[in-house]
């Protein structure tokens, strides 16, 4: 194929073909070294990149990183359920699809926004409330209180309370000694990824 160099405007290694009925519309690539793209309406005539030599230790550990979640994404698809809320997300976000979102899910942790412990006086029932979110969903917090010498007092999960990343923690052991005391909150997403948060109680 024969590309005259006035039916094109250079840019570096890019040029646009103009006027060429051969060429537009064309897309992919050329042999082993062009590559044609369609760029508002315009066709992009590029050479191609090689890459050469290995890769990196991080390269190949963000590859199997997407591995993973792409197998984490694929083994959603045999639980009908869980794949349903990830096609109902992933609409309400303008994501192409839920398996997009899962892949996605499995990069992203939780956060933690806060920890409200104002209503915490170490007396059993006093709820402490966590503010977490996720790109899909939290699946689960847990909450650990330990004395200022580093003893767990109690342990347990938090709840939802509604669907705007509120959960809450209902304290089990009267806890009268508190200040000084470290609670630390655990969330994690349906892929297991975990984040971590703590306060001193003062």
Same mark, same amino acid.
């Given at each position: 194929?024969? $590309?005259?160099?006035?039916?094109?405007?250079?840019?570096?290694?890019?040029?646009? #073909?103009k +006027?060429? @009925?051969?060429?537009?519309g064309?897309?992919g690539?050329?042999?082993?070294?062009l590559?044609?793209?369609? +760029?508002?309406g315009?066709? $992009?005539? %590029?050479?191609?990149v090689?890459?050469?030599?290995?890769?990196?230790?991080a390269?190949?550990q963000q590859k199997?990183r997407f591995? !993973?979640?792409?197998?984490?994404?694929?083994t959603? !698809?045999?639980?009908p359920?869980?794949?349903?809320? *990830?096609?109902? &997300?992933?609409?309400?976000?303008g994501i192409? %699809?839920?398996y997009?979102?899962?892949v996605?899910?499995y990069f992203?942790p939780p956060?933690i926004?806060?920890?409200? @412990?104002?209503? *915490?006086?170490?007396?059993?029932?006093?709820?402490?409330?966590? $503010?977490?979110?996720?790109?899909?969903? &939290?699946?689960? $917090?847990?909450l650990?209180? *330990?004395? %200022?010498?580093?003893?767990l007092?109690?342990?347990?999960l938090a709840?939802?309370?509604?669907q705007?990343?509120?959960?809450h923690y209902?304290?089990?052991?009267?806890?009268?000694? *508190?200040?000084?005391?470290?609670?630390? #909150?655990k969330?994690?997403d349906?892929?297991?990824?975990e984040?971590? !948060?703590? #306060?001193?109680?003062?």
């Open positions: 194929m024969l $590309i005259k160099n006035d039916n094109t405007k250079n840019s570096g290694n890019m040029a646009i #073909v +006027r060429n @009925i051969i060429t537009t064309l897309s690539k050329l042999g082993n070294n590559v044609f793209r369609q +760029r508002k315009k066709t $992009i005539l %590029s050479v191609a090689h890459y050469s030599g290995k890769r990196s230790f390269q190949e199997n591995k !993973k979640a792409s197998l984490y994404a694929n959603q !698809k045999h639980d359920e869980l794949m349903e809320e *990830y096609n109902k &997300v992933a609409k309400e976000k192409y %699809s839920g997009n979102l899962a996605s899910d992203h956060t926004e806060k920890i409200n @412990i104002r209503n *915490y006086h170490g007396e059993i029932g006093d709820v402490i409330e966590i $503010i977490a979110f996720d790109d899909f969903k &939290v699946k689960r $917090i847990e650990e209180i *330990y004395s %200022s010498d580093g003893n007092i109690e342990k347990g709840y939802e309370s509604n705007n990343g509120k959960w209902a304290a089990s052991v009267a806890n009268s000694e *508190y200040k000084g005391d470290k609670i630390v #909150v969330a994690f349906y892929p297991g990824n984040t971590d !948060k703590e #306060v001193v109680l003062d």
